[in-house]
């Protein structure tokens, strides 16, 4: 098991083969006890906690513009317990982001409900990858995405314009890959059918949108991996792609 890739800096990306292994995470193996009783702490603080399915790495590697790895299928309460565990775990987290920019450029964020995990995080609407995100065996990342963005703001970005390649950032918490999709109304247009899409949902994951219009416009809550992509957004670079 080997995680390398340069951390703290952003990377073009122009693929991504990420494989999902049908054998269980060691993690997973190695801390069955640990797990269940920390689930059991997590859903008493929080009964809305519910323990899916999501994936964790075991492997990643950037070698020539590409991200190679694997993952394993693990349920959520084990995601749980990797995340206060994850120094010498052996696993690593990876997630995508549909950097999503309006007509005038204003990128359009959300902020997480308070009965999710992350209560009052700002970043772009996202989750784990899942079984559902893999195409025989391969993540399809723009599916994690498109889908991601459904679920949480009612939009569908599967025929908005997409930037023509990934970018990835590697932190010691986790890799993000994103890409920007691009809607043609206004970011105040936007935020308003996020807006009238979470008032209808009975548990909306998200407290809703939240637009950012230059670098230096950093809300409240932001989560610590979305300066930099705020900044290489508005810094012009790779503006076309």
Same mark, same amino acid.
């Given at each position: 098991m080997s995680f390398d890739l340069p951390r703290n800096v952003i990377l073009p990306v122009d693929a991504v083969d990420v494989r999902l292994d049908p054998d269980p995470h060691p993690f997973a193996l190695d801390n069955a006890e640990a797990i269940a009783e920390n689930w059991q702490r997590e859903i008493a603080a929080?009964?809305? #906690?519910?323990?899916?399915?999501?994936?964790? #790495?075991?492997q990643l590697a950037y070698r020539d513009n590409r991200l190679v790895g694997r993952c394993h299928a693990v349920t959520y309460s084990t995601f749980m317990l990797w995340r206060k565990r994850r120094e010498n775990s052996g696993a690593e987290h990876?997630?995508?982001?549909?950097?999503?920019?309006?007509?005038?450029? &204003?990128?359009? &964020?959300?902020?997480?409900?308070?009965?999710?995990?992350? &209560?009052?995080?700002?970043?772009?609407?996202?989750?784990?990858?899942?079984p559902v995100d893999f195409r025989d065996g391969q993540v399809d990342v723009d599916f994690n995405m498109i889908r991601e963005v459904r679920e949480e703001t009612g939009l569908d970005l599967s025929g908005a314009e997409r930037g023509k390649h990934w970018? &990835? #950032?590697?932190?010691?918490?986790?890799?993000?890959?994103?890409?920007?999709?691009?809607?043609?109304?206004p970011a105040d247009e936007i935020a308003r059918r996020i807006s009238a899409f979470v008032a209808t949902e009975a548990e909306p994951e998200i407290e809703g949108p939240v637009i950012i219009r230059h670098a230096a416009d950093l809300p409240v809550g932001l989560s610590p991996h979305m300066?930099?992509?705020? /900044?290489?957004?508005?810094?012009? /670079?790779?503006? #076309?792609?």
């Open positions: 929080n009964p809305a #906690l519910f323990d899916g399915t999501v994936v964790l #790495l075991s990876a997630y995508a982001h549909a950097v999503l920019v309006a007509g005038d450029n &204003a990128l359009v &964020a959300i902020r997480m409900g308070l009965q999710t995990v992350n &209560a009052g995080r700002v970043y772009f609407a996202a989750g784990s990858f899942e970018h &990835a #950032l590697s932190t010691n918490s986790g890799t993000v890959i994103f890409r920007r999709y691009h809607e043609t109304a300066k930099p992509l705020i /900044e290489w957004h508005f810094s012009g /670079e790779d503006s #076309l792609v």
